[in-house]
């Protein structure tokens, strides 16, 4: 039987060797030193999964693996990654994870931890391929958005037809929805994806720096320009340039944008020379442009040539079931990120985010579910804990005696183990029951023995529960 294969990406001879050798006779191990030649062996092989150093070549000269994981995902959607990074550079580690990467693991190297991580991987490879061999890998996932409510659905729709051709794209929404991410979505399934991805926020840069910005300038056009330096047009050269916040564009500049639209031509600041530049514009506004294009604050033929194809990006309060799917999305990876053991939310905490209007979208849940990550005190996540107003109760359903005995089940444990300053032993001794079934008991009321230890008072035997 064929062995899987492996492609091990890193710039260091000794990683490289290391895990050759660490892993023969499990997989056929495969090597890269370089995103060149892991895109070589990539189209050659097809390895299974792919492990990938967050930085190939010198550090300062950023990221490069996280770009080789966007050309994997989109190119290869079968071929799993998992993400190497040094200890201090874990939020590389976190933009991957959200970029497409299965998993990711720290140096230094532990084969041990890094055998149960592939055959994860592969796990999950198996399973995608049985499920259908020739579709996406998932419905819930398309590029970097997550959502399988019917709003979205219509959106990655939306994206799949417009992303082959060159229109210019008007994606609207509110704040936090995801509009870049719908953005650079349209730009990976384009055939400009191997081209560059440049973002620049329009609301975000002071009025007089916007112009240089966006269309660069010459030596000496102005005061402390001393060198020629390009704009986010000319860099997005074969590309897509993403004007976020398109609503703050300044009239004078929407004049020069025009112009660009029309005959893909930008000029200097400072220069005489009209340059050609082949790019796509994607733009996104959270405000609503036929209000202000009406009130004479946008140009109308700007509107229309910007909007050839508009994609509005819903609101989370508009999705459904994404909510519950981002949030245990969320919870799954702070949780791993911050080393905590979570399982999930309370029903007063589903129902307390299910009532919430989540006024910041999607940026708003994955900031409370973070915050709430590292603060819980408990496996299950509360209204307080997310920093949200408990709900309303629903209609009151009669108590089982199930309901019953569980409750008086929980109040007892707590009760003992508080009296025992949190020791299992003692406390099971006390409730005449075996450490096996108190433990079985703090499973399933989500209770954790440390919570209730008091540190002043010094346990007379050993605790296996802690041991």
């Not at 049985?130 to 219509?154: F, N, W």
């Not at 004049?255 to 796509?280: C, M, N, S, T």
């Not at 910041?360 to 005190?377: P, S």
Request: glycine share 6%; charged share 30%; with cysteine.
């Amino acid at each position: 039987m064929a062995l899987e294969k492996i492609l091990i990406v890193d710039d260091e001879d000794s990683i490289r060797n290391q895990l050759r050798w660490g892993l023969a006779g499990e997989y056929e191990v495969l090597t890269a030193g370089t995103a060149s030649e892991a895109r070589r062996v990539l189209q050659d092989e097809r390895p299974s999964v792919v492990t990938l150093d967050v930085t190939l070549g010198p550090a300062d000269a950023g990221p490069e693996g996280l770009d080789l994981l966007d050309e994997i995902v989109e190119r290869h959607p079968f071929t799993k990654v998992v993400m190497v990074t040094g200890s201090d550079s874990r939020e590389n580690a976190l933009a991957a994870i959200r970029r497409g990467a299965v998993d990711w693991y720290a140096k230094p190297i532990q084969l041990e931890e890094l055998r149960v991580i592939l055959r994860r991987a592969l796990h999950i490879r198996h399973i995608e391929q049985a499920q259908s061999p020739d579709a996406p890998p998932s419905r819930k996932r398309y590029h970097r958005l997550v959502g399988e409510s019917e709003t979205m659905r219509r959106v990655f729709g939306l994206i799949q037809r417009v992303a082959p051709t060159d229109a210019n794209v008007l994606v609207a929404g509110e704040n936090g929805t995801g509009k870049e991410l719908v953005a650079h979505a349209i730009h990976m399934a384009s055939g400009r994806r191997d081209g560059p991805f440049v973002p620049i926020n329009c609301g975000a840069i002071p009025e007089q720096l916007l112009e240089s910005e966006l269309f660069g300038h010459e030596r000496g056009a102005f005061t402390d320009a001393y060198r020629t330096r390009e704009g986010k047009f000319e860099l997005a050269e074969s590309g897509t340039l993403f004007l976020d916040e398109i609503g703050e564009l300044p009239t004078h500049l929407q004049v020069k944008l025009l112009r660009f639209l029309q005959d893909h031509i930008v000029e200097r600041v400072g220069g005489r020379e009209p340059l050609h530049v082949d790019a796509r514009v994607v733009a996104a506004t959270n405000r609503d442009l036929q209000v202000m294009r009406s009130e004479g604050r946008f140009r109308e033929d700007l509107f229309y040539r910007l909007s050839v194809v508009s994609i509005v990006v819903p609101p989370l309060r508009e999705r459904g079931d994404d909510l519950r799917l981002l949030s245990e999305y969320f919870l799954e990876f702070y949780g791993r990120h911050h080393k905590r053991r979570l399982r999930g939310f309370t029903q007063a905490a589903l129902r307390a985010m299910a009532a919430h209007r989540w006024p910041g979208n999607v940026r708003e849940l994955e900031n409370r579910i973070q915050r709430a990550v590292i603060l819980a005190q408990d496996a299950y996540l509360r209204p307080e804990d997310l920093d949200l107003a408990p709900a309303g109760d629903p209609p009151a359903a009669l108590p089982t005696l199930q309901d019953a005995r569980d409750r008086a089940d929980r109040e007892l444990v707590v009760e003992a183990l508080t009296r025992n300053a949190g020791n299992v032993s003692r406390a099971a001794r006390e409730l005449g029951v075996s450490r096996p079934t108190l433990h079985d008991l703090l499973r399933k009321h989500g209770l954790e023995a440390s919570r209730f230890r008091r540190p002043e008072l010094p346990d007379d035997e050993d605790d296996p529960a802690e041991s």
